[in-house]
T-cell receptor
Framework: DSGVTQTPKHLITATGQRVTLRCSPR?????VYWYQQSLDQGLQFLIQ???????AKGNILERFSAQQFPDLHSELNLSSLELGDSALYFC?????????????FGPGTRLLVL | EDKVVQSPLSLVVHEGDTVTLNCSYE??????LLWYKQEKKAPTFLFML????IEKKSGRLSSILDKKELSSILNITATQTGDSAIYLC???????????????FGKGTLLTVNP
């Protein structure tokens, strides 16, 4: 158990809908990262927040957005869902900056868009 | 754009064998290379290798970073069926702010250990 929690575990929804994925980082970790994992693309970085502020963006679609709240939990919002958005979405967290600080992954949310 | 290539894509061995997994990378301003093990769900952290720590060992697992060749290997000795998993390699660059930054992952090596 990494200490990172994600809800829900599974989500089934229809095309065009909007969903929110939630992540609570490990106690004390200020950075939260979102990743998408699909069979063809592997693990892809989406976005990073550090202490409430967006720090880095990766391959995140405009239909997707995220935020990190004062209590450091984060939410990833996916809207106008398409079949191709079906994937595993992972949240990871890490502590303060510095060499030797790894990212720890949560259990993931499996999203299925029908 | 940062790039990570892992080989082989898939590997099947018998219990007790020793395996070597390969990872090569291209990254601007290298900071660290990480190995993760992914079984059914979340990747679990194995090792982080940096310029100041190019070799790590934990039990039957060990990893070496070759900064000159821009590569790393993960060795598993005396493999067990519980070692069956996807092994992911990732690199982390230094960003302008100096803080933790995104990881670029390889596609992984699927290791199957048969009894």
């Amino acid at each position: 158990d990494s200490g990172v929690t994600q809800t829900p575990k599974h989500l089934i929804t229809a095309t065009g809908q909007r969903v929110t994925l939630r992540c609570s980082p490990r106690s004390g970790d200020l950075s939260v990262y979102w990743y998408q994992q699909s069979l063809d693309q592997g693990l892809q970085f989406l976005i990073q927040y550090y202490n409430g502020e967006e720090r880095a963006k990766g391959n995140i679609l405009e239909r997707f957005s995220a935020q990190q709240f004062p209590d450091l939990h984060s939410e990833l919002n996916l809207s106008s869902l398409e079949l191709g958005d079906s994937a595993l979405y992972f949240c990871a967290s890490s502590g303060l900056a510095g060499v030797g600080v790894a990212q720890y992954f949560g259990p993931g949310t499996r999203l299925l868009v029908l | 754009e940062d790039k990570v290539v892992q080989s082989p894509l898939s590997l099947v061995v018998h219990e007790g064998d020793t395996v070597t997994l390969n990872c090569s990378y291209e990254v601007t301003n290298f900071r660290s290379l990480l190995w993760y093990k992914q079984e059914k769900k979340a990747p679990t952290f194995l090792f982080m290798l940096t310029s100041s720590g190019i070799e790590k060992k934990s039990g039957r697992l060990s990893s070496i970073l070759d900064k000159k060749e821009l590569s790393s290997i993960l060795n598993i000795t005396a493999t067990q069926t519980g070692d069956s998993a996807i092994y992911l390699c990732a690199v982390e660059p230094i960003n302008s702010g100096g803080s933790n930054y995104k990881l670029t992952f390889g596609k992984g090596t699927l290791l199957t250990v048969n009894p």
